[in-house]
């Protein structure tokens, strides 16, 4: 019997919010909440953006007004939602108008006569151009002659093409959630995803930790990009033509490796497994895939999955608009015959469209095998059974869709076939698309889903897409999906894709359906969510991910009687993880960062021929020795 990857905790921040106790999810589909999940939704966000914050009896605003959870949403509400999801990108992170950058000047002299000019003797290059003749006016100045032509690099702003950003919920500063210390938003994205994630579970860290082996647990977390803020990698890169100084933290912080890292070294100190996988825009399938085979081979009994991604900035969004990824204001535009982008539906996933929106966002979840999460009574909110990634043969383009997708995608309908039945799959399951809102997308992944379709007599198969709503996240995207998916198990509601008004006439929809307003899923109930990912390169990649009732089904098949005893001990970690959610709906954000304790001492490590016992570890590392090859010796 394999173990089952049961999916106890998850937690993140995106452009809706919170992930945890899903309040990201409730945002996105506010319109079909009832009036108080609305004022719930509405209230937490307030408390995330600092609109208002909780003195202990009742929530008061900036000046200091004491306010009952309905006259915040009175006072609040609409910059609630006017400051979450996709917008125009605000000037807290850099003004879109004004992008720093140079321009190359040539200068000519007149009638042969030299440039001159005078120049501090500080300012002086350590390499002196042979061109330049200097002459030293006094101690602080010099005057430097210039004959025939001279460049120049000249200081100057020009405006960013596309302004559209799925960007953190206005006034939401991660910095400012912990003793960040220069840290790049990309890894403080990190800390705050694990930390939310793990607090989530409603146990704590050490109670699960001593419940296994140290070499038992692993952390699979990346990101694309690294982190090329100034702080990372962008610092590293611009020091020397800013005319700045690298420092000993740029190369080290800016690495795609950190996520896991910094979970690993600062959140829950683990010496297990660690691994930072990527394949572009699909690396949070990725790095699941590596999880849910190591808790499925028993190699792993507990695993924190998850990517950070802060891909706002200048360079990033420059880059995909060159390569005309980026819906850009100007097309924009054209696609409303109007002279103002409409940035809040910027992002069309098989609308009409003209490029992806990109956003920020960092996603995390943990699993734990079956038989411990039976053990420990951890709360079910569904499993990851498999993950499909295959690659897309010969391209004309790195960067256009391929064939490996057809793979992932019918492998994963197949194996969800064989857990859970032809009939489960027709009528309850539904799909979370890549739908990156560009026109190669539209058609190429609708054609795969209808196809697929047709080959396993699927019809009127609900399809979704999280971009609409908070933008292409890069390697935190397909933990949006999967955070959105678990949503809709909950609440029985699949998200419409709103920011369109029609489904562009290229996409195939024979057998598909694509719900333009939220679909009410009381009647249908969903057990299986497939979540597809496609990235440049050829990175493709679809999850099977079961509902929480279909998994309590399952555990009941392989458990029996002993469900009874876990359900009623399963009540306390609710009640520890509703606590926690109604603290952080309440602004109070525990971020877990171990920066400072007390390390390891390696004189106090113990190996034996057995094994080793590791200080601060109740459990110790137990040797394998079993030959898997005693057959061939």
């Known amino acids: 019997m394999q173990a089952l990857p049961i999916i106890v905790g998850f937690g993140g921040y995106n452009a809706a919010g919170r992930s945890s106790s899903h309040q990201a999810f409730r945002r996105i589909v506010i319109e079909s909440l009832s009036e108080y999940q609305q004022e719930q939704t509405i209230v937490g966000l307030a408390c995330l953006m600092k609109l208002v914050s909780w003195d202990g009896e009742l929530y008061v605003d900036a000046e200091n007004k004491q306010c009952t959870p309905k006259q915040v949403v009175e006072a609040f509400g609409n910059l609630v939602l006017k400051g979450t999801l996709i917008r125009r990108l605000e000037d807290s992170l850099f003004d879109p108008k004004k992008i720093y950058g140079h321009k190359r000047i040539k200068i000519e002299p007149q009638n042969g006569e030299a440039v001159v000019f005078r120049l501090a003797k500080k300012d002086i290059p350590a390499s002196i151009p042979e061109h330049w003749n200097i002459t030293y006016l006094d101690e602080a100045f010099c005057e430097v002659s210039i004959k025939g032509a001279a460049d120049f690099l000249v200081p100057t702003y020009s405006e960013q093409a596309a302004k559209a950003a799925g960007q953190l919920p206005s006034g939401f500063d991660p910095a400012a959630q912990y003793s960040s210390r220069f840290h790049p938003r990309g890894l403080q994205l990190a800390l705050l995803g694990a930390s939310d994630a793990l607090a989530s579970i409603g ?24 982190q090329v803020t100034k702080e990372g990698l962008g610092g590293l890169l611009q020091a020397r033509l800013l005319g700045e100084r690298a420092t000993s933290k740029h190369y080290a912080m800016g690495l795609n490796t950190m996520p896991a890292d910094f979970v690993n070294a600062y959140v829950i100190g683990s010496v ?20 849910i085979q190591d808790i499925r081979s028993g190699r792993r009994r507990v695993a924190i999955v998850g990517s950070a991604e802060a891909g706002l900035t200048p360079e ?22 109007s002279k103002t982008p409409n940035w809040r539906k910027a992002s069309r996933p098989f609308g009409e469209n003209c490029g992806f929106t990109i956003g920020e966002a960092t996603q995390y979840i943990v699993l734990m095998d079956d038989a411990l999460a039976i053990d420990l009574a951890a709360d079910v ?5 498999d993950v499909f990634i295959n690659a897309d043969g010969i391209k004309r383009s790195i960067s256009a869709p391929g064939a490996g997708n057809y793979v992932s ?27 990156s809102s560009t026109p190669a997308n539209r058609v190429t992944e609708s054609r795969i889903f209808d196809r697929v379709a047709e080959a396993f007599s699927i019809k009127d198969w609900p399809i979704t897409a ?6 292409h996240s890069l390697a935190a995207a397909s933990g949006d999906q999967l955070a959105f998916a678990l949503g809709t198990f909950k609440y029985d509601i699949l998200p419409g894709i709103k920011t369109v008004d029609k489904i562009a006439d290229d996409v195939a929809q024979k057998r598909l359906f694509f719900p333009l307003q939220d679909m009410d899923l009381v009647n249908r109930k969903m057990d299986v969510a497939f979540v597809n990912s496609k990235g440049f ?24 009687s002993v469900m009874a005893d876990y359900q009623s001990r399963r009540e306390e970690t609710r009640q520890a993880a509703k606590n926690y959610a109604e603290k952080a709906d309440k602004g109070n954000i525990p971020v877990v960062y171990r920066f400072g304790e007390a390390l390891v001492q390696e004189q106090d490590i113990d190996i034996s021929c057995d094994g080793i016992h590791m200080p601060g570890h109740k459990q110790d590392v137990i040797f394998d020795k079993l030959n898997p090859w005693a057959d061939m010796d």
């Open 316 to 337: 990033i969004m420059e880059g995909f608009t060159s390569m005309g990824a980026l819906g850009t204001d100007i097309n924009l535009c054209k696609l409303d015959s």
């Open 466 to 471: 999280a971009k609409a709503f908070v933008g």
């Open 537 to 560: 390169g050829g990175n493709n990649a679809t999850a099977v991910v079961l509902s929480p009732r279909k998994v309590e089904n399952m555990l009941s098949a392989r458990y029996g």
């Open 381 to 385: 909110h569904g499993a990851v059974s």
């Open 409 to 435: 995608f019918s492998k994963a309908v197949a194996s969800a076939i064989a857990i859970v039945g032809e009939s489960t799959v027709r009528k309850h399951s539904f799909i979370h698309a890549h739908g």
């Open 203 to 226: 146990i704590p860290w050490d109670k699960i930790a001593a419940s296994i082996r140290p070499d038992e647990v692993g952390v699979y977390c990346t990101s694309i990009m690294g």
């Open 272 to 291: 297990g497994h660690t691994a930072a996988i990527t394949g572009a825009c699909a690396s949070f399938l990725y790095v699941l895939q590596a999880a």
